[in-house]
Protein backbone atom coordinates (compact mmCIF):
# COMPACT_ATOMS: atom_id res chain seq x y z
CA UNK A 1 0.00 0.00 0.00
CA UNK A 2 1.75 3.52 -1.06
CA UNK A 3 2.48 5.71 1.94
CA UNK A 4 0.81 9.23 1.55
CA UNK A 5 3.79 12.25 1.30
CA UNK A 6 3.14 15.38 3.84
CA UNK A 7 3.91 18.61 1.64
CA UNK A 8 6.76 20.66 2.89
CA UNK A 9 8.71 18.19 4.96
CA UNK A 10 11.31 15.61 2.78
CA UNK A 11 10.71 12.93 5.44
CA UNK A 12 7.76 10.70 4.95
CA UNK A 13 5.26 9.21 7.69
CA UNK A 14 4.36 5.76 6.65
CA UNK A 15 0.69 5.04 8.68
CA UNK A 16 -0.73 1.68 8.30
CA UNK A 17 -4.63 1.41 7.55
CA UNK A 18 -6.17 -1.94 7.92
CA UNK A 19 -9.42 -1.39 5.66
CA UNK A 20 -10.07 -5.01 6.20
CA UNK A 21 -9.89 -5.65 10.03
CA UNK A 22 -12.34 -2.92 10.64
CA UNK A 23 -14.53 -4.33 8.08
CA UNK A 24 -14.55 -7.50 9.74
CA UNK A 25 -14.94 -5.63 13.69
CA UNK A 26 -17.77 -3.38 12.45
CA UNK A 27 -19.87 -6.96 10.72
CA UNK A 28 -19.17 -8.77 14.08
CA UNK A 29 -20.78 -5.94 15.59
CA UNK A 30 -23.29 -5.45 13.62
CA UNK A 31 -24.53 -9.29 13.83
CA UNK A 32 -24.34 -9.35 17.61
CA UNK A 33 -26.84 -6.37 17.67
CA UNK A 34 -29.14 -8.25 15.27
CA UNK A 35 -29.01 -11.17 17.35
CA UNK A 36 -29.87 -9.16 20.56
CA UNK A 37 -32.39 -7.48 18.64
CA UNK A 38 -33.94 -11.22 17.78
CA UNK A 39 -33.36 -12.39 20.86
CA UNK A 40 -35.51 -9.83 22.92
CA UNK A 41 -38.31 -10.29 20.10
CA UNK A 42 -38.44 -13.90 21.35
CA UNK A 43 -38.56 -12.99 24.89
CA UNK A 44 -41.31 -10.71 24.75
CA UNK A 45 -43.53 -12.99 22.60
CA UNK A 46 -42.55 -15.93 25.11
CA UNK A 47 -43.21 -13.56 27.85
CA UNK A 48 -46.26 -12.09 26.29
CA UNK A 49 -47.42 -15.49 26.05
CA UNK A 50 -46.95 -16.70 29.66
CA UNK A 51 -49.01 -13.79 30.74
CA UNK A 52 -51.72 -14.52 28.34
CA UNK A 53 -51.80 -18.28 29.80
CA UNK A 54 -51.80 -17.02 33.56
CA UNK A 55 -54.21 -14.49 33.03
CA UNK A 56 -56.87 -17.13 32.03
CA UNK A 57 -56.29 -19.69 34.86
CA UNK A 58 -56.33 -17.13 37.20
CA UNK A 59 -59.52 -15.59 35.91
CA UNK A 60 -61.20 -18.21 34.31
CA UNK A 61 -64.72 -18.05 36.36
CA UNK A 62 -64.78 -14.09 35.40
CA UNK A 63 -64.40 -15.06 31.65
CA UNK A 64 -67.29 -17.31 32.18
CA UNK A 65 -69.48 -15.29 33.90
CA UNK A 66 -69.24 -11.75 32.21
CA UNK A 67 -70.52 -13.29 29.02
CA UNK A 68 -73.61 -15.19 30.93
CA UNK A 69 -74.06 -12.06 32.89
CA UNK A 70 -74.27 -10.10 29.74
CA UNK A 71 -76.69 -12.41 28.07
CA UNK A 72 -78.84 -12.68 31.21
CA UNK A 73 -79.50 -8.62 31.52
CA UNK A 74 -80.19 -8.43 27.37
CA UNK A 75 -83.13 -11.64 28.45
CA UNK A 76 -84.23 -9.09 31.45
CA UNK A 77 -83.78 -6.31 29.43
CA UNK A 78 -86.87 -7.34 26.63
CA UNK A 79 -88.74 -8.53 29.45
CA UNK A 80 -89.71 -5.43 30.19
CA UNK A 81 -90.24 -3.62 26.87
CA UNK A 82 -93.11 -4.02 25.13
CA UNK A 83 -93.19 -5.97 22.17
CA UNK A 84 -94.09 -4.35 18.62
CA UNK A 85 -96.12 -5.82 16.30
CA UNK A 86 -92.89 -7.50 14.57
CA UNK A 87 -92.30 -8.94 18.03
CA UNK A 88 -95.65 -10.14 18.28
CA UNK A 89 -95.79 -11.70 14.63
CA UNK A 90 -92.08 -13.48 15.35
CA UNK A 91 -93.38 -14.46 18.73
CA UNK A 92 -96.15 -16.19 17.40
CA UNK A 93 -94.34 -18.09 14.67
CA UNK A 94 -91.36 -19.16 17.19
CA UNK A 95 -94.19 -21.00 19.51
CA UNK A 96 -96.30 -22.01 16.60
CA UNK A 97 -93.20 -23.71 14.99
CA UNK A 98 -92.01 -25.52 18.45
CA UNK A 99 -95.66 -26.89 19.23
CA UNK A 100 -94.38 -30.16 18.04
CA UNK A 101 -90.70 -30.63 20.06
CA UNK A 102 -93.10 -29.77 23.21
CA UNK A 103 -94.87 -32.38 22.20
CA UNK A 104 -92.45 -34.37 21.22
CA UNK A 105 -91.45 -33.50 25.27
CA UNK A 106 -94.66 -35.18 26.81
CA UNK A 107 -93.87 -38.09 25.19
CA UNK A 108 -90.21 -38.90 26.18
CA UNK A 109 -91.63 -37.68 29.81
CA UNK A 110 -94.49 -40.50 29.40
CA UNK A 111 -91.65 -43.04 28.21
CA UNK A 112 -89.20 -42.07 31.74
CA UNK A 113 -86.48 -41.29 29.50
CA UNK A 114 -85.89 -37.62 30.15
CA UNK A 115 -85.07 -36.22 33.55
CA UNK A 116 -86.24 -32.72 32.14
CA UNK A 117 -86.99 -31.88 36.04
CA UNK A 118 -84.10 -30.30 36.54
CA UNK A 119 -84.75 -27.86 33.81
CA UNK A 120 -86.69 -24.73 34.66
CA UNK A 121 -90.08 -23.88 33.42
CA UNK A 122 -89.61 -21.50 30.45
CA UNK A 123 -91.92 -18.44 30.73
CA UNK A 124 -93.26 -15.89 27.78
CA UNK A 125 -93.64 -12.62 29.12
CA UNK A 126 -94.37 -9.67 26.53
CA UNK A 127 -94.59 -12.18 23.78
CA UNK A 128 -90.98 -12.88 24.75
CA UNK A 129 -90.04 -16.71 25.44
CA UNK A 130 -87.58 -16.41 28.70
CA UNK A 131 -84.33 -18.29 29.05
CA UNK A 132 -82.73 -16.75 31.73
CA UNK A 133 -82.95 -19.35 33.91
CA UNK A 134 -81.34 -22.26 31.69
CA UNK A 135 -78.86 -19.69 31.49
CA UNK A 136 -77.98 -19.54 34.86
CA UNK A 137 -78.58 -23.47 34.80
CA UNK A 138 -75.99 -23.65 31.60
CA UNK A 139 -73.17 -21.51 34.03
CA UNK A 140 -74.02 -22.92 37.13
CA UNK A 141 -73.46 -26.10 35.68
CA UNK A 142 -70.19 -25.27 33.92
CA UNK A 143 -68.17 -24.07 36.61
CA UNK A 144 -69.39 -27.65 38.44
CA UNK A 145 -68.12 -28.84 35.46
CA UNK A 146 -64.50 -27.55 35.54
CA UNK A 147 -64.72 -26.67 39.37
CA UNK A 148 -65.00 -31.02 39.35
CA UNK A 149 -67.56 -30.83 42.28
CA UNK A 150 -70.05 -33.76 42.81
CA UNK A 151 -69.87 -36.50 39.37
CA UNK A 152 -73.20 -38.62 39.50
CA UNK A 153 -73.33 -41.45 37.26
CA UNK A 154 -74.52 -41.02 33.75
CA UNK A 155 -78.65 -41.54 33.71
CA UNK A 156 -78.47 -45.29 31.97
CA UNK A 157 -76.38 -46.37 34.34
CA UNK A 158 -78.06 -44.84 37.36
CA UNK A 159 -81.19 -46.80 35.86
CA UNK A 160 -79.54 -50.45 36.27
CA UNK A 161 -77.65 -49.10 39.74
CA UNK A 162 -78.30 -51.88 42.23
CA UNK A 163 -78.28 -51.08 45.80
CA UNK A 164 -75.60 -53.20 48.05
CA UNK A 165 -76.99 -54.63 50.82
CA UNK A 166 -74.34 -55.37 53.92
CA UNK A 167 -75.43 -57.70 56.72
CA UNK A 168 -72.00 -58.38 58.15
CA UNK A 169 -70.84 -55.82 59.20
CA UNK A 170 -66.35 -55.80 59.74
CA UNK A 171 -66.48 -52.53 62.28
CA UNK A 172 -65.79 -52.64 65.78
CA UNK A 173 -69.65 -52.88 66.96
CA UNK A 174 -71.29 -55.53 65.97
CA UNK A 175 -75.06 -54.76 67.78
CA UNK A 176 -76.42 -51.41 69.37
CA UNK A 177 -78.78 -52.03 72.38
CA UNK A 178 -81.26 -48.86 72.88
CA UNK A 179 -81.51 -48.53 77.09
CA UNK A 180 -85.47 -47.97 77.49
CA UNK A 181 -87.77 -48.24 80.75
CA UNK A 182 -88.38 -51.47 80.37
CA UNK A 183 -84.73 -52.48 80.97
CA UNK A 184 -84.53 -52.37 84.76
CA UNK A 185 -81.03 -52.89 84.78
CA UNK A 186 -80.99 -48.82 84.10
CA UNK A 187 -83.99 -47.47 85.78
CA UNK A 188 -81.58 -46.89 88.65
CA UNK A 189 -82.09 -42.48 87.89
CA UNK A 190 -85.02 -42.07 85.70
CA UNK A 191 -87.84 -43.00 88.20
CA UNK A 192 -87.94 -39.77 88.86
CA UNK A 193 -89.29 -38.99 85.29
CA UNK A 194 -92.86 -38.44 86.23
CA UNK A 195 -93.58 -35.81 83.71
CA UNK A 196 -93.30 -34.78 79.87
CA UNK A 197 -90.84 -32.11 80.60
CA UNK A 198 -88.49 -32.27 84.08
CA UNK A 199 -87.62 -29.13 85.91
CA UNK A 200 -84.69 -27.41 85.16
CA UNK A 201 -83.40 -30.11 82.28
CA UNK A 202 -84.35 -31.19 78.59
CA UNK A 203 -84.15 -34.94 79.32
CA UNK A 204 -87.61 -35.88 79.67
CA UNK A 205 -89.97 -39.60 79.22
CA UNK A 206 -88.25 -39.74 75.61
CA UNK A 207 -84.70 -39.50 76.03
CA UNK A 208 -84.39 -40.67 79.62
CA UNK A 209 -81.81 -39.53 81.57
CA UNK A 210 -78.18 -39.89 81.29
CA UNK A 211 -76.28 -39.74 83.94
CA UNK A 212 -72.43 -38.45 83.40
CA UNK A 213 -71.17 -41.82 84.19
CA UNK A 214 -73.48 -43.18 81.50
CA UNK A 215 -72.22 -40.84 78.79
CA UNK A 216 -68.53 -41.82 79.48
CA UNK A 217 -69.62 -45.16 79.13
CA UNK A 218 -70.95 -44.61 76.08
CA UNK A 219 -67.97 -43.71 74.22
CA UNK A 220 -66.34 -46.64 75.13
CA UNK A 221 -66.46 -49.12 71.85
CA UNK A 222 -67.78 -52.39 72.53
CA UNK A 223 -68.77 -54.95 70.26
CA UNK A 224 -72.07 -54.74 71.42
CA UNK A 225 -72.97 -51.21 72.56
CA UNK A 226 -75.69 -50.06 75.20
CA UNK A 227 -76.42 -46.38 75.65
CA UNK A 228 -79.77 -44.20 75.69
CA UNK A 229 -81.22 -43.35 72.25
CA UNK A 230 -84.58 -41.71 72.57
CA UNK A 231 -87.78 -43.49 72.57
CA UNK A 232 -87.16 -44.54 76.09
CA UNK A 233 -90.88 -44.39 77.37
CA UNK A 234 -94.19 -45.01 75.92
CA UNK A 235 -95.12 -42.15 77.11
CA UNK A 236 -92.49 -39.68 75.96
CA UNK A 237 -94.09 -38.43 73.06
CA UNK A 238 -93.01 -38.61 69.16
CA UNK A 239 -96.63 -39.79 68.52
CA UNK A 240 -96.90 -41.50 64.79
CA UNK A 241 -100.23 -43.38 63.34
CA UNK A 242 -100.39 -47.32 62.70
CA UNK A 243 -100.51 -46.57 59.11
CA UNK A 244 -97.83 -44.12 58.66
CA UNK A 245 -95.81 -46.54 61.23
CA UNK A 246 -96.06 -49.47 58.33
CA UNK A 247 -95.72 -47.51 55.45
CA UNK A 248 -91.90 -46.47 57.02
CA UNK A 249 -91.19 -50.37 57.72
CA UNK A 250 -91.35 -50.86 54.21
CA UNK A 251 -88.48 -48.30 53.27
CA UNK A 252 -84.97 -49.65 52.11
CA UNK A 253 -83.45 -45.95 51.11
CA UNK A 254 -85.20 -43.05 52.51
CA UNK A 255 -84.92 -38.94 51.87
CA UNK A 256 -86.09 -37.42 55.18
CA UNK A 257 -86.64 -33.97 55.97
CA UNK A 258 -89.23 -32.55 58.75
CA UNK A 259 -90.79 -29.07 59.50
CA UNK A 260 -91.88 -28.42 63.10
CA UNK A 261 -94.10 -24.96 64.16
CA UNK A 262 -94.72 -24.29 60.94
CA UNK A 263 -91.66 -22.82 59.90
CA UNK A 264 -91.18 -24.03 56.42
CA UNK A 265 -92.72 -24.97 53.40
CA UNK A 266 -92.13 -28.30 51.76
CA UNK A 267 -90.13 -28.19 48.83
CA UNK A 268 -90.96 -30.90 46.06
CA UNK A 269 -87.44 -33.19 45.61
CA UNK A 270 -86.66 -32.81 41.81
CA UNK A 271 -83.76 -34.49 39.54
CA UNK A 272 -84.80 -37.76 40.40
CA UNK A 273 -85.50 -40.66 37.79
CA UNK A 274 -89.11 -42.71 37.56
CA UNK A 275 -86.62 -45.84 38.59
CA UNK A 276 -85.67 -44.17 41.86
CA UNK A 277 -88.88 -43.43 42.76
CA UNK A 278 -89.66 -47.27 43.00
CA UNK A 279 -87.21 -47.84 45.03
CA UNK A 280 -87.00 -44.36 47.39
CA UNK A 281 -89.04 -42.71 49.63
CA UNK A 282 -89.40 -39.39 50.28
CA UNK A 283 -90.84 -38.51 53.54
CA UNK A 284 -92.27 -35.33 55.46
CA UNK A 285 -92.45 -35.34 59.42
CA UNK A 286 -94.68 -32.44 60.47
CA UNK A 287 -96.69 -31.67 64.12
CA UNK A 288 -99.90 -30.27 63.82
CA UNK A 289 -98.56 -26.27 63.92
CA UNK A 290 -97.17 -27.02 59.98
CA UNK A 291 -100.63 -29.04 59.14
CA UNK A 292 -102.78 -26.51 60.31
CA UNK A 293 -100.43 -23.59 58.72
CA UNK A 294 -100.14 -25.09 55.42
CA UNK A 295 -103.73 -26.41 55.30
CA UNK A 296 -104.49 -22.54 55.71
CA UNK A 297 -102.38 -21.90 52.25
CA UNK A 298 -104.64 -24.97 50.61
CA UNK A 299 -101.50 -27.25 50.76
CA UNK A 300 -103.73 -30.18 51.98
CA UNK A 301 -102.35 -33.92 52.31
CA UNK A 302 -104.49 -35.85 49.92
CA UNK A 303 -106.40 -39.07 50.37
CA UNK A 304 -102.85 -41.38 50.18
CA UNK A 305 -100.75 -39.35 52.45
CA UNK A 306 -99.22 -37.62 50.17
CA UNK A 307 -98.32 -33.91 48.66
CA UNK A 308 -96.40 -34.74 45.58
CA UNK A 309 -93.46 -36.81 45.93
CA UNK A 310 -93.11 -36.69 49.87
CA UNK A 311 -95.13 -39.05 52.16
CA UNK A 312 -96.27 -36.31 54.85
CA UNK A 313 -95.94 -38.02 58.60
CA UNK A 314 -97.88 -36.04 60.98
CA UNK A 315 -96.27 -36.79 64.43
CA UNK A 316 -98.38 -35.70 67.47
CA UNK A 317 -97.05 -34.61 71.20
CA UNK A 318 -93.60 -33.82 70.67
CA UNK A 319 -91.31 -34.26 73.63
CA UNK A 320 -89.88 -31.04 73.58
CA UNK A 321 -90.67 -27.83 73.99
CA UNK A 322 -87.91 -26.21 71.35
CA UNK A 323 -88.81 -27.38 68.10
CA UNK A 324 -84.83 -26.91 67.49
CA UNK A 325 -84.88 -30.43 69.39
CA UNK A 326 -87.76 -31.87 68.10
CA UNK A 327 -86.21 -31.70 64.63
CA UNK A 328 -83.35 -33.61 65.77
CA UNK A 329 -85.25 -36.67 66.02
CA UNK A 330 -85.83 -36.96 62.90
CA UNK A 331 -82.50 -35.70 61.69
CA UNK A 332 -79.99 -38.19 63.88
CA UNK A 333 -82.57 -40.83 64.48
CA UNK A 334 -83.67 -42.14 61.58
CA UNK A 335 -82.40 -45.72 62.02
CA UNK A 336 -85.11 -45.64 65.02
CA UNK A 337 -87.64 -44.40 62.77
CA UNK A 338 -87.14 -46.28 59.94
CA UNK A 339 -85.91 -49.70 61.10
CA UNK A 340 -85.84 -51.65 58.20
CA UNK A 341 -83.97 -49.18 56.24
CA UNK A 342 -80.22 -49.37 54.82
CA UNK A 343 -79.53 -45.94 53.71
CA UNK A 344 -80.67 -42.42 54.61
CA UNK A 345 -79.92 -39.02 53.63
CA UNK A 346 -81.42 -36.05 55.48
CA UNK A 347 -81.96 -32.71 54.34
CA UNK A 348 -83.29 -29.48 56.08
CA UNK A 349 -86.55 -28.10 55.50
CA UNK A 350 -84.88 -24.80 54.13
CA UNK A 351 -83.62 -26.87 51.24
CA UNK A 352 -84.88 -28.29 47.97
CA UNK A 353 -83.07 -31.69 47.21
CA UNK A 354 -82.12 -31.79 43.46
CA UNK A 355 -80.27 -34.63 42.85
CA UNK A 356 -81.00 -38.73 42.15
CA UNK A 357 -80.51 -40.15 45.66
CA UNK A 358 -79.01 -43.25 44.21
CA UNK A 359 -76.45 -41.35 42.43
CA UNK A 360 -75.86 -39.45 44.99
CA UNK A 361 -75.56 -42.82 47.61
CA UNK A 362 -73.55 -43.86 44.69
CA UNK A 363 -71.01 -41.10 44.63
CA UNK A 364 -70.55 -40.10 48.28
CA UNK A 365 -70.74 -43.71 49.83
CA UNK A 366 -70.47 -46.53 47.72
CA UNK A 367 -67.81 -44.67 45.23
CA UNK A 368 -65.24 -44.13 48.08
CA UNK A 369 -66.08 -47.38 50.26
CA UNK A 370 -67.82 -44.71 53.05
CA UNK A 371 -70.65 -45.30 55.74
CA UNK A 372 -71.12 -41.74 56.27
CA UNK A 373 -70.95 -38.21 54.48
CA UNK A 374 -71.51 -34.45 55.51
CA UNK A 375 -70.00 -31.27 53.92
CA UNK A 376 -67.17 -29.55 55.30
CA UNK A 377 -68.62 -26.11 56.89
CA UNK A 378 -67.82 -23.14 54.65
CA UNK A 379 -67.10 -20.26 57.27
CA UNK A 380 -65.11 -22.06 60.40
CA UNK A 381 -62.68 -24.51 60.91
CA UNK A 382 -63.11 -25.21 64.52
CA UNK A 383 -65.69 -25.96 67.73
CA UNK A 384 -64.50 -23.25 69.43
CA UNK A 385 -65.16 -20.49 67.08
CA UNK A 386 -68.26 -22.41 66.13
CA UNK A 387 -68.89 -21.75 69.77
CA UNK A 388 -68.07 -17.81 69.59
CA UNK A 389 -70.55 -17.58 66.10
CA UNK A 390 -73.26 -19.16 68.27
CA UNK A 391 -73.15 -16.68 71.09
CA UNK A 392 -72.36 -13.72 68.23
CA UNK A 393 -75.69 -14.42 66.34
CA UNK A 394 -77.43 -15.24 69.13
CA UNK A 395 -78.26 -18.90 68.61
CA UNK A 396 -78.06 -19.87 72.18
CA UNK A 397 -77.32 -17.96 75.43
CA UNK A 398 -73.54 -17.53 76.33
CA UNK A 399 -74.08 -19.31 79.66
CA UNK A 400 -75.50 -23.02 77.59
CA UNK A 401 -72.40 -22.62 75.15
CA UNK A 402 -69.88 -21.86 77.98
CA UNK A 403 -70.98 -24.97 80.07
CA UNK A 404 -70.75 -27.04 76.29
CA UNK A 405 -67.05 -25.94 76.09
CA UNK A 406 -66.10 -25.98 79.46
CA UNK A 407 -66.91 -29.71 78.92
CA UNK A 408 -65.18 -30.16 75.82
CA UNK A 409 -61.99 -28.68 76.92
CA UNK A 410 -61.89 -30.77 80.23
CA UNK A 411 -62.28 -33.84 78.15
CA UNK A 412 -59.12 -33.02 76.01
CA UNK A 413 -60.88 -31.65 72.96
CA UNK A 414 -58.39 -30.11 71.02
CA UNK A 415 -58.49 -26.61 69.30
CA UNK A 416 -56.82 -27.79 66.03
CA UNK A 417 -58.66 -26.59 62.70
CA UNK A 418 -57.95 -30.06 61.18
CA UNK A 419 -59.16 -33.51 62.64
CA UNK A 420 -58.45 -36.45 60.51
CA UNK A 421 -56.98 -34.29 57.65
CA UNK A 422 -60.23 -32.21 57.06
CA UNK A 423 -61.52 -29.10 58.18
CA UNK A 424 -62.64 -29.78 61.92
CA UNK A 425 -66.02 -28.38 61.86
CA UNK A 426 -69.00 -29.57 59.20
CA UNK A 427 -72.17 -28.24 58.29
CA UNK A 428 -75.38 -30.65 59.28
CA UNK A 429 -78.11 -29.73 56.82
CA UNK A 430 -77.18 -32.61 54.75
CA UNK A 431 -76.70 -35.71 55.98
CA UNK A 432 -76.24 -38.89 53.84
CA UNK A 433 -74.87 -42.43 55.33
CA UNK A 434 -75.57 -45.89 55.51
CA UNK A 435 -77.59 -47.57 58.85
CA UNK A 436 -74.85 -49.41 60.36
CA UNK A 437 -74.16 -50.70 64.25
CA UNK A 438 -71.37 -48.22 63.96
CA UNK A 439 -73.02 -45.21 62.28
CA UNK A 440 -76.28 -45.57 64.60
CA UNK A 441 -74.05 -45.98 67.44
CA UNK A 442 -72.33 -42.48 66.03
CA UNK A 443 -76.02 -40.76 65.73
CA UNK A 444 -77.15 -41.78 69.28
CA UNK A 445 -74.05 -40.63 70.87
CA UNK A 446 -74.58 -37.02 69.20
CA UNK A 447 -78.36 -36.90 69.81
CA UNK A 448 -77.68 -36.92 73.33
CA UNK A 449 -74.90 -34.83 73.36
CA UNK A 450 -77.20 -32.25 71.53
CA UNK A 451 -80.13 -32.93 74.22
CA UNK A 452 -77.69 -32.34 76.90
CA UNK A 453 -75.82 -28.96 75.93
CA UNK A 454 -76.89 -26.70 73.58
CA UNK A 455 -79.28 -27.96 70.31
CA UNK A 456 -76.39 -26.39 67.79
CA UNK A 457 -75.57 -29.55 65.99
CA UNK A 458 -72.40 -28.33 64.55
CA UNK A 459 -70.28 -27.95 68.24
CA UNK A 460 -71.27 -31.12 69.43
CA UNK A 461 -70.71 -33.27 65.58
CA UNK A 462 -66.67 -32.62 65.89
CA UNK A 463 -66.63 -33.47 69.31
CA UNK A 464 -68.43 -37.21 68.73
CA UNK A 465 -65.95 -38.03 65.99
CA UNK A 466 -62.79 -37.50 68.01
CA UNK A 467 -63.95 -39.31 71.17
CA UNK A 468 -65.45 -42.26 68.91
CA UNK A 469 -62.72 -42.69 67.29
CA UNK A 470 -62.75 -45.64 65.25
CA UNK A 471 -65.42 -43.83 62.82
CA UNK A 472 -62.77 -43.29 60.16
CA UNK A 473 -65.03 -44.32 56.98
CA UNK A 474 -66.48 -40.77 56.29
CA UNK A 475 -66.67 -38.32 53.67
CA UNK A 476 -66.42 -35.13 54.19
CA UNK A 477 -66.60 -33.57 50.80
CA UNK A 478 -66.41 -29.63 50.01
CA UNK A 479 -69.03 -26.87 50.19
CA UNK A 480 -69.48 -27.04 46.40
CA UNK A 481 -70.92 -30.24 46.57
CA UNK A 482 -73.31 -29.67 49.12
CA UNK A 483 -74.28 -26.37 46.91
CA UNK A 484 -74.66 -28.70 43.94
CA UNK A 485 -77.45 -31.04 46.06
CA UNK A 486 -79.40 -28.77 46.85
CA UNK A 487 -81.25 -25.14 45.86
CA UNK A 488 -81.26 -23.19 49.27
CA UNK A 489 -84.55 -22.14 49.53
CA UNK A 490 -84.06 -20.24 53.40
CA UNK A 491 -86.70 -20.34 56.39
CA UNK A 492 -90.10 -18.96 55.44
CA UNK A 493 -91.18 -17.75 58.60
CA UNK A 494 -89.89 -18.38 62.40
CA UNK A 495 -91.28 -21.62 63.89
CA UNK A 496 -93.75 -21.51 66.81
CA UNK A 497 -92.21 -22.97 70.05
CA UNK A 498 -94.73 -25.37 71.99
CA UNK A 499 -96.04 -24.60 75.30
CA UNK A 500 -94.53 -26.45 78.00
Known amino acids: MASPKLPGNSSSISISVADDDDSDELSRMRARVRRKRKKHHHRFK ?23 AGLLIFEASKIGRKPSL ?19 D ?4 KSGGNLNRLDPVTHIVGGVRELVLKLVQYVTQSLWIVSGCLKLLPYEELQHLDIPIHDNFSGPVKNVVYISEKDTRHIGGNITLSGQHTEGTRFN ?18 ETAELHCGFYNENGGFKISDEDRSYMQTCKVVVSTCAFGGGDDLHQPIGM ?11 AFWDEITLAAQESQEHRIGEDHFIGKWRVVV ?8 QRLNGKIPKMLGHRLFPQAKYSIWVDSKSQFRRDPLGVLEALLWRSNSVLAISEHGARSSV ?4 KAVVK ?21 PEDKRLYGKKALNEASIIVREHTPLTNLFMCLWFNEVVRFTSRDQMSFPYVLWRLKVLKDIHRFPVCIRKDLVNSMGHVRKAKPLIS
Open 315 to 322: VRDLPFAD
Open 393 to 413: KHKATPEEVEVQITQYRHDGL
Open 384 to 387: YDEA
Open 273 to 283: SEVTLEKVCYV
Open 46 to 68: NNFSQRIIRFVLKYWTLLIFLPA
Open 86 to 104: DDAKVSEQVIEVRKPSFQA
Open 106 to 109: LNNN
Open 205 to 222: LFTGHQTFDQRERSFKVN
